[in-house]
């Protein structure tokens, strides 16, 4: 299991206030599509700001995820729980996710002529295809670690013996990977029946079948969703009743569960609302953007609160930048003086379960 550190549960968390500004930024957004503000300049300004902060995210992305890559295979911490491999999954997926972040914005201020009114449809296509096929690698990565990391604050005797130590688990990304290719397929196929492009955004290629599948699967997975935050909850006060976890595990399950609700789920009600309410195809194709960057932030916020709370990753990393780590804690709950991180660290308890000293 994970080794939490829970040496600054006194402190704010600077990611929680960093998460709400942006969700201030999204609903700012969807207030600018409800009052349907067209005036070109304003269009303009605005796509500018998108793209600025589009590109940024994607820096984020990829250089705190690089990081965290290299210090779980430099430090081989997927032999410590499959989290780590989860982790080192989503990474990657976020890495990909940030480049193309990156290299859209540049091509959208500095490629693409913006008085164009008709754009390459295959151009456009290819866009949308490689940004929804990334999207699947990230979002059923993410849910996968959510799901698991429930599963192992509310059934760990089932998680430890089943999950945790399971050899196969290396391959998890495999079944990820077919479902967004599947799902992608899907996606391209119908995109032919987009013949003209007037513009050129994720949504653009969106035709009429996939859509009506993609807010079905949104409606089902929402569904799937409330017995998920449901044991979230149940996970989160047993805690508190039972004191059987120390409050930084609390922490990050609430961390776990404010981004997945922030990120993926808040975004995606506001498209199944809007698009029974016909909103214009311009408008809707701003709201899919809006919450594209907003899942961003999951891929940002990973690193930085991983090494405010997760203790081998955070000796890992003082390691690598030639600070000494003097404190650990040893399955006996106790605090000893030690210098991590070693080369193999499978052989380091990381049991998360100690009583609150």
Wanted: proline share 3%; glycine share 4%.
């Amino acid at each position: 299991m994970l080794d939490i550190d829970d040496s600054k549960d006194s402190e704010n968390c600077n990611i929680h206030s960093f998460i709400g500004k942006a969700y201030e930024y999204y609903f700012m957004g969807i207030l600018l599509i409800l009052i349907g503000i067209s005036t070109p300049i304003f269009i303009f300004e605005i796509s500018v700001f998108y793209n600025l902060l589009l590109f940024l995210a994607g820096l984020l992305m990829v250089i705190t995820n690089i990081i965290y890559i290299y210090i779980i295979v430099k430090f081989n911490l997927t032999k410590i729980s499959i989290q780590y491999v989860l982790a080192r999954n989503l990474s990657t997926e976020s890495i990909l996710l940030g480049l193309h972040h990156i290299i859209i914005p540049i091509i959208n201020l500095i490629i693409i002529n913006p008085n164009l009114t008709l754009y390459n449809s295959m151009l456009c296509r290819i866009r949308s295809i490689t940004e929804i096929f990334l999207l699947y690698l990230f979002e059923v990565s993410f849910a996968l670690r959510v799901i698991t990391f429930i599963i192992m604050l509310n059934y760990p005797v089932i998680y430890h013996n089943i999950i945790d130590h399971n050899k196969k688990g290396k391959f998890i990304i495999f079944p990820v990977i077919i479902i967004a290719i599947l799902a992608t397929s899907f996606f391209t196929i119908d995109s032919f029946s987009i013949t003209q492009f007037k513009i050129c955004t994720f949504y653009s290629a969106f035709g009429k079948v996939y859509e009506t599948f993609f807010i079905g699967l949104i409606g089902f997975i929402v569904i799937l969703t409330i017995p998920v935050l449901y044991l979230g909850s149940i996970a989160i006060n047993k805690m508190k009743t039972e004191g059987s976890y120390k409050n930084s595990v609390i922490q990050l399950l609430n961390y776990e569960i404010t981004v997945f609700t922030g990120c993926w789920f808040i975004p995606n009600m506001f498209i199944f609302i809007f698009y029974f309410i016909n909103i214009k195809k311009d408008q809707m194709g701003m709201l899919y953007d809006i919450s594209s960057l907003v899942l961003s932030i999951s891929g940002i916020v990973e690193f930085p609160f991983t090494i405010w709370k997760n203790r081998d990753v955070k000796n890992c990393f003082y390691k690598i930048i030639g600070k000494k780590s003097n404190v650990v804690i040893n399955g006996n709950g106790f605090k000893k003086k030690t210098n991590i991180c070693i080369k193999f660290p499978s052989t380091i308890n990381t049991d998360n379960k100690f009583l609150n000293k």
